[in-house]
């Protein structure tokens, strides 16, 4: 088994990081004071500069998949992108997630690039041209409009926003929540999934429709705290739609198709979570392990207690393990399909959240009172990370997909045969 990196998968990852470094980092205390003056639902300048930057160097679209032959309309290369693998992705996507502010400098965040990659898929040409190319050139940002605050949204069968067909338009009457992105000033669109069928077979009642934000009847009731954080500009709000007309052609592939869409989005996006959540991970170890070599206490250095040397330990090998799965998933969606890689994008997601977690957990101790305070970034990215344990599907989902698949293999072992003598033998 051979780990060497290609010449392509290090050429990307080091321009990314060297881009990083001489760009986006130095320009940390910029982005903190226009963070935090003036209106918190804002454009940040900053931002906008290294986007211009990063999209003259050709640091750009990096998500966007390589063209297959496949999408469901006529396409052209101008909506292509980069076209980095899975795999090559998933080395960039670690070095932006070092600083929490730079995928955006390479229009690789979240939900853009679902979107978008949504769009490119199952959008029409009109929708392209419309939505996709200026999310693409940076112009906009999106939304992608799922989860409800009245049902349990991990089972998607359960959404009940109505879309309903007058005309030649679709109504759409729902309540969203954790509409993340939509509190950015430049949100211009939205992907809606609700039921146009209420009596269609359980998976085929859903759909999925584009909503563009100014139209009369949505509504951003309010903007949700993490832990006490907006993550403003960017944001998760609850967006009420009373009596929303958009028109037929807006909706996506055909009726009842919202799950086929929600899958070929869902996959990628979970695992560019969990890329990104390695970089955070490694920032984290890397303050945890400089704040223990300058800190003294009792008489010692507290790195050289060995408490500390445990836990910094298991923190790296931690990381290394993440990391190897998370390539591994990567590389199978690029070899075999993301069907294909459903149980490693599973685990993948689960792990790499809980793993940060316990690092940032660790570093936020040795940091002391100042570890839960604003004045280092590791309460903030708790914040996050914790987030993503519910994002793109909870724990409880996926370990039961992982679970079930476990349990597959041994299908002939059934509890109506199981007699004393067979579970003697188990044992």
């Avoid at 359980?202 to 949505?218: A, F, K, W, Y």
């Avoid at 198709?257 to 890329?275: K, S, T, W």
């Avoid at 993948?348 to 101790?365: C, E, F, G, R, Y």
Wanted: charged letters at 25%; one cysteine or more; glycine letters at 8%.
């Amino acid at each position: 088994m051979d780990f060497t990196l290609s010449e392509r998968e290090s050429y990307f990852r080091d321009r990314v990081r060297t881009f990083i470094d001489q760009n986006i980092r130095p320009r940390q205390a910029d982005f903190d004071e226009q963070h935090h003056e003036g209106d918190r639902w804002k454009v940040i300048p900053v931002i906008e500069e290294m986007k211009d930057k990063a999209k003259k160097a050709g640091l750009w679209n990096f998500f966007m998949p390589p063209h297959s032959g496949q999408t469901h309309v006529d396409d052209s290369f101008e909506f292509e992108g980069t076209q980095l693998t899975n795999l090559e992705y998933a080395l960039c996507a670690e070095e932006m997630g070092k600083v929490g502010w730079a995928s955006e400098c390479f229009n690789c965040s979240a939900p853009d690039t679902g979107n978008m990659e949504v769009l490119h898929r199952y959008g029409t040409r009109e929708h392209k041209e419309k939505w996709l190319r200026p999310l693409m050139h940076g112009e906009i940002r999106s939304v992608f409009l799922m989860t409800e605050p009245a049902v349990a949204s991990s089972d998607a069968t359960n959404i009940e926003t109505s879309i309903v067909r007058d005309g030649d338009h679709y109504v759409i009457n729902g309540t969203k929540w954790w509409s993340s992105g939509v509190g950015d000033p430049r949100c211009k669109i939205g992907i809606l999934m609700g039921k146009t069928n209420p009596d269609a077979s359980r998976h085929s009642q859903q759909s999925q429709i584009l909503v563009p934000m100014d139209t009369p009847g949505v509504t951003i009731k309010r903007m949700l705290s993490v832990y006490g954080y907006d993550h403003a500009p960017h944001g998760h709000g609850e967006v009420v739609l009373e009596n929303v007309r958009v028109p037929v052609e807006n909706l996506l592939l055909g009726e009842g198709r919202g799950f086929e869409i929600a899958q070929g989005r869902l996959g990628p996006g979970r695992i560019h979570h969990c890329m990104r959540t390695i970089g955070v991970a490694e920032t984290a170890i890397e303050a945890m392990a400089k704040r223990l070599l300058t800190r003294v206490a009792f008489g010692k250095r507290i790195a050289d207690f060995s408490v500390w040397e445990e836990r910094i330990a298991r923190a790296r090998i931690d990381i290394e393990m993440t990391r190897l799965l998370c390539l591994k998933a990567a590389d199978m969606m690029d070899r075999a399909g993301n069907k294909s890689a459903q149980q490693e994008i599973a685990m993948i997601k689960v792990q790499a959240p809980l793993m940060a977690l316990s690092i940032l957990d660790d570093a936020i101790q040795a940091h002391g009172g100042g570890g839960v305070s604003g004045d280092f970034r590791l309460a903030h990215d708790w914040a996050a990370m914790r987030t993503l344990r519910f994002a793109d599907g909870p724990d409880e989902v996926h370990n039961r997909a992982i679970a079930r698949n476990e349990f597959g293999k041994y299908a002939e072992y059934k509890a109506d045969r199981v007699s004393s003598g067979d579970l003697a033998a188990t044992r």
